[in-house]
RNA sequence: GGGGUAGUAGGGUAGCCUGGUCCAUCCUAGAGCGUUUGGGACGCUUUGACGGCGGUUCGAAUCCGCCCUACCCCA
């Protein structure tokens, strides 16, 4: 009986699971006939526009939204030589109108700098104009090299979330970095998925970077995601670009920029973090469907059931509830399951006892059954989806704990990271260190700096050549 | 970057070496009819495929070539 639970692989195998669910659960089909492009279901995208919603709402607090040419010049793209040799084995290029060869090629962007910037060189004259904060929500195009994994590492990523601000000075932009990162965390804290931010190595900076704060999260398996950036840009492409202004002396002076970047990388930790077994649990705040409402319809109750199962839904989307009425000609239990695999928060059952009762039976997505009041159904939700949130949220917490430890030795940091934890350890930041720990143990430096309610830093001796050090995160990558 | 392995209906598989079905097969798959419905219902009827392009051949899922895509392992 137990073997014929439904076919999704057990969540402990999570690279079976993660490629069964995205289209169990009807997030992405991934038959889609190009490498590394992939097709969002309809579901899918809903899950992505609450997402997009919350980002959009952090972002329109002080930044306005824009949105630039998919096509890059190629004079244009090659100027900042640092930001090129980034990209350049990465860049899909437009070479043709029709069958007429182009005099200048065209670059599909990989990221927007060199689109943005030309047009920031116009529009930036007075010191008055700054800070500019901008941002937009754009496909771009990489030709990924290693293995495409969807929502993770795409050819094409369709939902990139790219910001970038231009201020009067390099402290106000370093300021701007902690805003965003600020930002960020809120956004990810709505969506119950623990990070740790921290400073990258100078080797793995953007190009053309200052330096380079980003956010990863711990997967099931142990491996670390990465699902934000924040770049100090310093003057490296306002000198590039010409981006000046006129400060209060009249003197031409440099600006200091930062750019930004979330994907649909949100998107796969979301799932990753949060499903189970029976597929997807999505927080409340992301869920297409908060509430789904089965009226169980036995013998002559039909109609009374379905009216007010009818009356329920009716009365939860006049309180602002995402909710929908599941009437399918399918037994109850069938369709338990099949909203369970989709993540739906609170299932809502409503049948002939529960109606002479008065009540309806709720039941979390995170396990747990309770009956609720009919007359004070809508407070009763809120406060039933609130407890959801909390307990999604404990339980992320709960995983990235766990796979967390500090560790004082090379063997030690070995026997973490088979153990597929993320550790902690002193390093004394030269690169030859940094590669010594990265070779022997077949991971990666994170960064520095870390900053998060899960690891507490410390200051020691570093783990290769004993010299000072701070405290450094190594992990296994995706 | 370097190796593997594979692609057959919505999903999962057999067949391929040794070319020749008018019937491949299983399913939580599609369509239809009926009986059902408080944790994955059942009966009957029925639809549907050999990743793409080219080649060899009287005849190709099967042999050959190129391409595309996917998964796994190692830098």
Same mark, same amino acid.
């Given at each position: 009986?137990? @073997? ?8 402990? @195998? ?27 279901? #309809? ?136 805003? $965003? ?22 080797? @793995? ?78 927080? #409340? ?133 088979? $153990? ?18 990265? $070779? ?39």
């Amino acid at each position: 009986m137990d @073997d014929d639970t439904g076919t999704l692989p057990q969540k402990g @195998d999570f690279s079976a699971w993660y490629n069964d669910i995205l289209w169990r659960a009807e997030i992405m089909d991934v038959r889609y006939p190009v490498k590394g492009l992939y097709v969002w279901y #309809p579901y899918g995208f809903a899950i992505r526009k609450h997402v997009y919603a919350l980002l959009r709402n952090l972002l329109d607090r002080d930044h306005e939204e824009t949105l630039f040419p998919l096509l890059i010049p190629e004079q244009e793209f090659m100027k900042e030589a640092e930001h090129i040799k980034g990209f350049e084995d990465e860049v899909y290029w437009v070479t043709h109108g029709g069958t007429t060869p182009l005099e200048v090629k065209l670059a599909l962007r990989p990221t927007s700098e060199t689109a943005i910037y030309p047009m920031y060189a116009l529009w930036l004259r007075s010191h008055a104009d700054l800070p500019m904060k901008y941002y937009q929500i754009v496909n771009t195009f990489r030709y990924e090299t290693k293995q495409t994994r969807p929502l993770i590492r795409l050819r094409e990523i369709t939902s990139f979330m790219e910001s970038h601000t231009v201020h009067a000075t390099w402290d106000d932009a370093e300021a701007q970095v902690e805003y $965003e990162l600020a930002l960020t965390s809120e956004f990810y804290n709505a969506l119950c998925i623990p990070i740790i931010i921290s400073k990258r190595p100078d080797w @793995d900076k953007f190009p053309g970077a200052d330096y380079t704060m980003a956010v990863d999260s711990i997967m099931p398996n142990g491996k670390t995601l990465q699902i934000g950036t924040v770049h100090h840009l310093g003057e490296h492409f306002s000198k590039t670009f010409s981006i000046t202004f006129e400060d209060k002396n009249g003197e031409q002076k440099f600006a200091s920029q930062t750019c930004y970047g979330i994907s649909e990388r949100c998107i796969a930790a979301l799932i990753s973090m949060h499903g189970d077994d029976k597929g997807l649990i999505l927080p #409340p705040i992301a869920a297409p469907v908060q509430a789904v409402i089965v009226p169980i319809t036995i013998g002559k109750r039909h109609a009374d059931v379905l009216a007010a199962a009818e009356k329920l839904k009716n009365d939860l989307i006049a309180a602002g509830f995402r909710v929908k009425i599941d009437t399918r000609d399918m037994r109850p239990g069938a369709k338990y399951y099949w909203w369970e695999l989709r993540g739906v928060p609170l299932r809502l059952e409503l049948g002939p006892r529960d109606l002479d009762a008065g009540k309806v039976m709720a039941v979390k997505r995170t396990g747990e059954k309770t009956q609720i009041e009919l007359a004070t159904v809508t407070a009763e939700v809120t406060r039933v989806l609130a407890e959801i949130t909390g307990a999604i949220r404990a339980r992320a917490e709960e995983h990235t704990n766990s796979h967390l430890c500090t560790v004082a030795s090379m063997d030690a940091l070995d026997a973490a990271l088979n $153990e597929g934890k993320v550790a902690v350890v002193s390093w004394c930041q030269q690169k030859g260190c940094g590669d010594v720990i990265e $070779e022997k143990t077949n991971a990666s430096i994170l960064g520095t700096n870390a900053r998060s309610q899960y690891v507490s830093a410390t200051e020691g001796a570093c783990i290769v050549c004993g010299k000072p050090g701070k405290a450094t995160l190594v992990g296994r990558t995706y």
